[in-house]
């Protein structure tokens, strides 16, 4: 599978963003667990979100529970990341990743994730 994230921009503090990642290959879009993760400048990659296969499950890191809703719609090969309630700290390259083990390796093991999206820019002014 091929991911292409998009939805990034600028958003004032308070703001609420969409990110949308979509997926592209042979395998089933729902043989994939997904996931959401972010890169700020001079800091290692961060976990945010993940969704299980059908979207029955759900996890987030601290920094974002409350404010950011991870989903997926399996017939459009898409998921997505609503960002609200948007800080400063949120300023990041977003990347999305998919792999067809489970969530525990995105909180894990992250380096094992078997495939990557390119980066998305969402940057928050306060």
């Known amino acids: 599978v091929q991911l292409q994230a998009s939805g990034g921009g600028l958003v004032q503090a308070g703001g609420s963003l969409r990110l949308s990642c979509a997926a592209s290959?042979?395998?089933?879009?729902?043989?994939?667990?997904l996931g959401w993760f972010r890169q700020a400048p001079g800091r290692e990659r961060d976990f945010v979100a993940a969704?299980?296969?059908?979207?029955?499950?759900?996890y987030y890191s601290d920094s974002v529970k409350g404010r950011f809703i991870i989903s997926r719609d399996n017939a459009k090969n898409v998921v997505y990341l609503q960002m609200g309630n948007l800080k400063p700290e949120d300023t990041a390259v977003y990347y999305c990743?998919?792999?067809?083990?489970?969530?525990?390796?995105?909180?894990?093991?992250?380096?094992?994730?078997?495939?990557w999206g390119q980066g998305t820019q969402v940057t928050v002014s306060s």
């Open positions: 969704i299980s296969w059908t979207g029955s499950s759900t």
């Open positions: 990743a998919a792999d067809d083990r489970s969530i525990a390796v995105f909180t894990t093991t992250p380096n094992d994730i078997e495939v």
């Open positions: 290959g042979r395998r089933a879009f729902s043989d994939y667990v």
